[in-house]
């Protein structure tokens, strides 16, 4: 039989177990969505966002979208906007021509150049060449066709050439009269050993080069130059950007003679656009705000909107991304016309998250009390990227279908009770009776002789 100390033990013990069993089945969010990840094992993972999920949140920064573990704790999040695009390699072959190599010499000069285009373009040079000039070795490269500035020149000849390992000089020109040097790992080489080989035919400069014109010409090595066969210019161009999404919203007619467009999503709206359903020009003042109880924060002053035939304004591009949930569109003078539709342009954000703890893992949304817990996830993404290059990306992860938790229950920001806290502190003041009352009966007992 259990004593009375015993018994306020197991009594605590039950309260605690009931306190902890309350915060974990504690529903905070609307809804949540079941993550599937590409790798478990990647660690650094990154999931994005969908329509639902904007729909669903209700912070202005979106800090009550959060990831949970199998144990319903949050996980380490950071919220970004989409990876810019990747950068793309593009090569493109160039027009050159032969020089002996005094032409690059001091007092040689290219005397005429005929069949030159509008855009500068070399068809024939023609050069004055001295008396003990030897074959040609050194190149004249045209690198007007070249559309970015060029990070390397690739040289191609025949694969039956001698072998050979040459340093190469680059100079380039705007005019073909005034030449600066270019730095420039410029180093030919086509050996040959028990039938391996060891080529490179690359000329890569220390900054991208924007000269019209390039001169190459052979320096100090071994072997003679090869007949080059083909030149091509190597450039980083940006890759195209995510499409944006669209949302379409129609306008309440105001008193005043202005529009205004209820946003139901937290989107980061970052263009806006005009649906005008025929011909027509106007000037329009654009701005937005939260609610009614926020004032309205002009975005667009003097936005000139059109619209002929085929012809119209490109959307408007906003200086950083907005969520504010109503728009309002203001007209320089009256139009007879039906209300424009608005159209609000976005790129979804991206929710990159460490899998800390048990999976699997869900994203949570919507809530009035809880937020996502700061957690120093940049600093090692940076220091994941160092290590692993500046392409590296978190593994992908994917949304499935939403389950609704709470509700709209929880977007109730009153407080809540908590019974658990009450009942634990009621357990601790029935012990303590309890124990003062045991010590009192000790002290009452007639003490044995």
Known sequence: MRTGPQRVRCVLLLALGMATQAAADDAAFVAQWPLTLESADAG????????SVYATAVSPQ??????????????????QSGPPPAAERRTRALSWFPLPASAARPGSDITSISELDIEGRLRRVQWAPGGDDAAPVAL????????????????????????????LRVEGSDDLRQWRPLPAGARLLDLQRDGARLVERRIVFDTPVRERY???????????????????????????AAELQ?????????????????LDARVPVTHVDLGLAGNATARWSLSARDD???????????????RVGADATPPLALDAPVRMREWRLQAE????????????????????????????FALRAGSARTTRNDAPVAPLLADLRARNGADWQPAAATLGARTELAGATALDDTPTRDWGTWLLWGVLLLGVLLIGGFALSLLRAPKSE
């Open 214 to 240: 390039l001169r190459v010409t052979p320096g100090a090595g071994v072997g003679a130059m090869p007949t080059i066969t083909g030149v091509s210019a190597e450039s980083t161009v940006p890759g195209a």
């Open 333 to 360: 003078a009256a139009s007879p016309g039906a209300p424009p539709a608005l159209r609000l342009g976005y790129r979804p954000e991206r929710l990159v998250f460490v899998a800390e703890g048990p999976g699997p």
């Open 140 to 167: 004249l490269v045209d690198a007007t066709a070249a559309d970015a500035p060029v990070d390397a020149l690739a040289l191609a000849w025949d694969p039956s050439a001698a072998p050979f390992e040459r340093a």
């Open 292 to 306: 009614a109880q926020t004032p309205w924060r002009t975005l667009a002053g003097d936005w000139l909107v059109y």
């Open 62 to 79: 979106l800090r009550d979208v959060v990831i949970v573990n199998a144990d319903g704790r949050q996980v380490p999040a950071l919220l």
């Open 246 to 262: 669209w949302r379409t919203l129609e306008a309440d007619a105001q008193a005043d003679g202005s529009f205004v467009y209820r």
């Open 44 to 51: 650094a993972h990154q999931v994005e966002l969908d329509a």
